[in-house]
Nanobody, 122 residues
């Protein structure tokens, strides 16, 4: 069982930056692929970024490539999402998730956090 708790969301102006954190419980954190997803009101949950257990492989949605960076610190059981050059269309609830494979499909992730709101004003 893995419990995930996100933090770091908030209100920021367009062009600004935020760093989200996701702290995980358990001693097997490094065995999990970690993903970030987001969901805007009335929309489906969309893939943002994913990182392999070792941190050696990362993948991004085209909409955030070059602006967002996913990273992890296995010693701290934490995954991060650095978000730069934020746009109003990045406004959403952001979720971290843990799963067995490097995939962009939400249903294939086993554990989810409660989400953190990110609001980007124009």
């Amino acid at each position: 069982q893995v419990q995930l708790v996100e933090s770091g969301g908030g209100l920021v102006q367009a062009g600004g930056s935020l760093r989200l954190s996701c702290a995980a419980s358990g001693r097997t954190f490094s065995s999990y692929v970690m993903g970030w997803f987001r969901q805007a009101p009335g929309k489906e949950r969309d893939f943002v970024a994913v990182i392999s257990g070792s941190g050696g492989s990362t993948y991004y949605a085209d909409s955030v490539k070059g602006r967002f960076t996913i990273s992890r610190d296995n010693a701290k059981n934490t995954v991060y999402l650095q978000m730069n050059s934020l746009k109003p269309e990045d406004t959403a609830v952001y979720y971290c998730a843990a799963g067995p494979s490097v995939v962009a499909i939400p249903s294939l992730y086993h554990y989810w956090g409660q989400g953190t709101q990110v609001t980007v004003s124009s």
